[in-house]
């Protein structure tokens, strides 16, 4: 159980383009989902942490114009990285905690996906 | 402020050996701790936890941590490694708030590798 599926697992896209990055909770419900970002042989760095129904909570550096996130149901968030640059290219995770199982959960992570801008 | 840290980027042990991955933390009160391991081009896959009660907790594949409270440590062990082992391990920390929950902060990451 607790499984979570991120999609597309890789993009390769121009410079310019906007990317959306799904996140959903399979087999649970998640009232809150974190973004994460990976830089190769680093650790995870927090986005944002999304609540559904309401507006995602950023951290400090992260800029909101840039990395869009919606989390209009329970089991649905979305990343959407607007007129990527290169310098977005990166290993994006997402992870989500189930609802109502108490709140020191772990959390369980999406698979990640791999953004290439050229 | 929360942080951990994970003082070896690299470990190195032979198949059928003891191992033991090493992560310290820092947090006000008491912490919320965990293990995961990330494969390649994956994301991460929880191993363990510690929130409270027995210091020793014990996780997936064998793998178990000891908290220790004196000394802000949170290792990682396992008494015979394999090489399907070999994978990236993160420590994360997570302070609780009034509510219970928590953000956890994550380690750098220690590269674990089993020889044959």
């Known amino acids: 159980g607790a499984v979570v599926s991120q999609h597309p697992s890789w993009v390769i896209c121009k410079s310019g383009t906007s990317v959306k990055i799904e996140c959903r909770s399979l087999d649970f419900q998640a009232t809150t989902m974190f973004w994460y970002r990976q830089f190769p042989k680093q650790s995870l760095m927090l986005m944002a942490t999304?609540?559904?129904?309401?507006?995602?909570?950023?951290e400090q550096g992260v800029e909101k114009d840039k990395f869009l996130i919606n989390h209009a149901s329970l089991t649905l968030s979305t990343l959407t990285v607007t007129s990527a640059h290169p310098e977005d290219s990166s290993f994006y995770i997402c992870?989500?905690?189930?609802?109502?199982?108490?709140?020191?959960?772990?959390?369980?992570f999406g698979d990640g996906t791999r953004l290439s801008i050229l | 402020a929360q942080s951990v840290a994970q003082p070896e980027d690299q470990v190195n042990v032979a198949e059928g050996n003891p191992l033991t991955v090493k992560c310290t933390y820092s947090?006000?009160?008491?912490?919320?701790l965990f293990w995961y391991v990330q494969y390649p081009n994956r994301g991460l896959q929880f191993l363990l936890k510690y929130i409270t009660g027995d210091n020793l907790v014990k996780g997936s594949y064998g793998f178990e941590a000891e908290f220790n409270k004196s000394q802000t440590s949170f290792h990682l062990k396992k008494p015979s490694a394999l090489v399907s082992d070999s994978a990236l391990y993160f420590c994360a920390v997570g302070a609780p708030s009034s509510g219970g929950s928590y953000i956890p902060t994550f380690g750098r990451g220690t590269s674990l590798i089993v020889h044959p």
């Open positions: 947090v006000s009160g008491n912490p919320y």
């Open positions: 992870s989500a905690r189930p609802r109502g199982t108490g709140s020191n959960q772990p959390q369980h």
């Open positions: 999304s609540n559904e129904g309401s507006k995602a909570t950023y």
